[in-house]
């Protein structure tokens, strides 16, 4: 009986994780990519359980603890480089100008969550240059418009709207100046993106990319092709910029996923989590439950002066803080480059990018 037991729940745990390695793009496979932290726990008890139940022969206790030991390492060798026993792939601000910092801070504000206040005493207590909120609707827009009120505390006069009731608003209120910038729907009508310059104090422009592509669920895309898309035309768009560059948002995708890992292969941007946490941020109500979904990654002109996460405010998010520094100049002797694409990376995202019928042209390129 006991057996039996372990033998089923080691071809469960092993079917859990070996499907995410398939190309199949139904949400019930992909979302696999998510709980690796959770599936290597899962993994460790089902080997404590293997090395300590006595009653078992060594010739069926070795298979099974093998295998839990191999699914313990699988599964960590995804989750380590977001651990501080990794090391940083973006490098430190050492001796930066702060008129070339630039903060940023990115919040999915669930749009049935009607805590504003919550959001607006962060925004003051932070004071980002830039607050990006997603899944923010007309309802949102009339609390967060006090933002551009021209007081110490405020002062966000540079704004691009886009309320919206289907869960995919998106609202950018910044204190420093946007040139060339636009609303763009790259994959899927109702589901916008956000492209812009941003001019910081010391007059440098940087291009900055706001994304929140859907996920694959059973209530939305049966498949992650549509997100998959939007973020493999992003990632060759500013792969082709000489421009200092920002992709941020929630991207409906953890950090270790193989689509993640082939944005950063195929954009050349730097996961300032790498080596210092993983920063979950969704579900801020479970937990147990939680991995980063909230995502920033930027090119190596920067280097990071903070990482955090904020506290819960009534959304199922917690709001991201990243502050970076422009510092082309610095010594890089502590930065890590970028994981490179190769040909079957490149083949995968022109088949991905075409299944939706989409192209890196249809990204808009601010200050091109």
Not at 94 to 107: E, F, G, N, Y
Not at 127 to 151: C, F, G, H, I, Y
Not at 188 to 217: C, N, T, W, Y
Request: hydrophobic share 40%.
């Amino acid at each position: 009986m006991i057996l039996s037991l372990l033998g089923v729940l080691t071809l469960l745990m092993a079917l859990f994780t070996l499907l995410p390695l398939t190309r199949l793009r139904h949400w019930s496979v992909r979302v696999m990519d998510f709980p690796r932290l959770q599936l290597a726990v899962l993994w460790a008890v089902l080997l404590l359980a293997d090395l300590c139940i006595g009653d078992l022969s060594l010739a069926m206790r070795t298979p099974l603890v093998l295998i839990a030991l191999a699914g313990v390492i699988y599964q960590a060798h995804w989750i380590l480089p977001y651990t501080r026993l990794y090391p940083c792939e973006s490098g430190v601000a050492k001796h930066s100008d702060p008129q070339r910092h630039v903060r940023l801070l990115t919040a999915n504000v669930l749009t049935t969550n009607h805590e504003s206040d919550k959001l607006l005493a962060i925004v003051k207590r932070e004071k980002p240059d830039v607050l990006v909120t997603l899944e923010s609707d007309d309802w949102w827009q009339e609390r967060l418009d006090v933002l551009e009120a021209n007081t110490p505390d405020y002062g966000y006069c540079h704004t691009l709207k886009c309320p919206l009731d289907n869960l995919y608003g998106m609202h950018v209120y910044s204190r420093l100046p946007l040139h060339d910038a636009s609303i763009d729907y790259l994959v899927e009508e109702g589901v916008p993106s956000m492209h812009a310059q941003l001019e910081l104090k010391s007059g440098d422009r940087i291009r900055v990319h706001f994304l929140h592509p859907a996920p694959p669920s059973p209530t939305e895309n049966e498949e992650s092709s549509e997100r998959d898309a939007e973020l493999v035309i992003v990632a060759r768009s500013v792969a082709r910029s000489r421009q200092p560059v920002i992709v941020t948002g929630d991207l409906n995708d953890v950090a270790w996923s193989r689509t993640t890992h082939l944005f950063r292969k195929l954009s050349g941007l730097l996961d300032p989590r790498v080596g210092r946490g993983m920063f979950n941020t969704f579900h801020a109500n479970l937990p147990l439950l939680r991995w980063p979904l909230d995502h920033l990654f930027h090119s190596s002109h920067f280097s990071v002066v903070r990482v955090a996460r904020m506290e819960a405010f009534g959304s199922d998010h917690f709001p991201l803080l990243t502050e970076l520094a422009l510092t082309p100049n610095q010594d890089t002797s502590d930065t890590r480059e970028a994981p490179e694409a190769d040909a079957e990376d490149h083949a995968e995202a022109t088949e991905t990018a075409r299944s939706e019928d989409v192209s890196h042209h249809d990204v808009p390129s601010p200050g091109r």
